[in-house]
């Protein structure tokens, strides 16, 4: 086995939260090319792609450099949408970075990276990041995870799970929009149909989950997505003091030294 390693990023535009926002601007940068030039830093990536159905996405690729798929409009799963492209990459791990992850930590993708080489029966893994803060615990747009001792994962849910009150609540998971899978797993995903506790959670992992499969949890620092309008404009505010956007974006002569 090879181990080579491929990271397919999946984006449309029609969200239904934020219409087009893959090319949404982040201090002068489309999210996409924040999310792509991110995932570029991990050591034990070899290629990146972005899977879409939309020209103007691929257009938007092709600008900064990066090598876009098409694939069908009918996905309303990004993982299907990985899958899909994925037919055609030659690769025996495939990362599925979702498209609004600006935040995205090069080091935690090689981390899972390293923790898929080193034990090839683990089929999948999905980060998470523990959840400390009451409001993000009951946003319904933040899926939440429960995980056995073994750090397999039980069950996700946009539900405020496990049950807790706001006097004693302290920590919960959070689900990572960032899945790894051996390659010959994911096509096998992408041959099931959507399964109800998938639709119900609108949880593309739950359909693993249901056809009796593991997922593996690893734990990592939190990674903020972009789900709204309002939420781009906190997100700005948290990259200009990002190290990382300043060393993708901020030119070395204009770096405090």
Same mark, same amino acid.
């Given at each position: 086995?090879?181990? =080579? ?6 984006? *449309?535009?029609?969200? !239904? ?7 949404? *601007? ?36 092709? =600008? ?6 098409? /694939?069908?409009?009918?996905?309303? *799963?990004? /993982?299907? $949408? ?31 990276? %390293? ?5 090839? =029966?683990?089929?999948?893994? #999905? ?12 946003? *319904? #747009?933040?899926?939440?995870? /429960?995980?056995?001792?073994?750090? #397999? ?9 496990? !049950? ?18 051996? $390659? ?22 739950? $359909? ?19 789900? /709204?309008?309002?939420? %781009? ?6 990259? $200009? ?17």
């Amino acid at each position: 086995m090879t181990n =080579k390693v491929a990271c397919i990023i999946p984006a *449309r535009m029609a969200s !239904t939260r934020f219409p087009g926002k893959p090319l949404a *601007r982040i201090l002068g940068h489309s999210m996409i090319e924040h999310v792509y030039r991110r995932v570029k830093l991990a050591k034990e990536i070899d290629e990146i792609f972005i899977a879409t159905c939309d020209r103007e996405i691929a257009a938007e690729a092709q =600008k900064f450099g990066a090598e876009a798929i098409m /694939t069908s409009y009918k996905h309303t *799963r990004g /993982t299907d $949408r990985v899958a899909e492209a994925a037919q055609s990459v030659q690769a025996d791990i495939v990362i599925n970075v979702q498209g609004d992850e600006p935040l995205v930590d090069p080091f935690s993708l090689d981390k899972a990276v %390293l923790a898929m080489k080193q034990d090839p =029966k683990i089929p999948c893994i #999905n980060l998470i990041a523990p959840i400390v803060d009451w409001e993000v615990f009951v946003d *319904r #747009n933040v899926v939440k995870t /429960t995980i056995t001792p073994q750090n #397999n994962v039980l069950y996700f849910s946009r539900q405020a799970v496990p !049950t807790s009150t706001k006097e004693n609540f302290k920590q919960a998971w959070k689900q990572i929009g960032i899945y790894f899978f051996r $390659r010959e797993f994911l096509l096998q995903f992408y041959g099931w149909p959507q399964t109800p506790l998938e639709q119900a959670e609108a949880v593309d992992m739950m $359909r693993i989950l249901e056809h009796g499969f593991p997922i593996k949890a690893l734990a990592v620092q939190d990674m903020i997505s972009v789900d /709204t309008p309002a939420e %781009l404009l906190a997100m700005e505010k948290i990259l $200009r003091e990002d190290p990382l956007y300043n060393q993708i974006f901020v030119p070395a002569f204009s770096q405090p030294k």
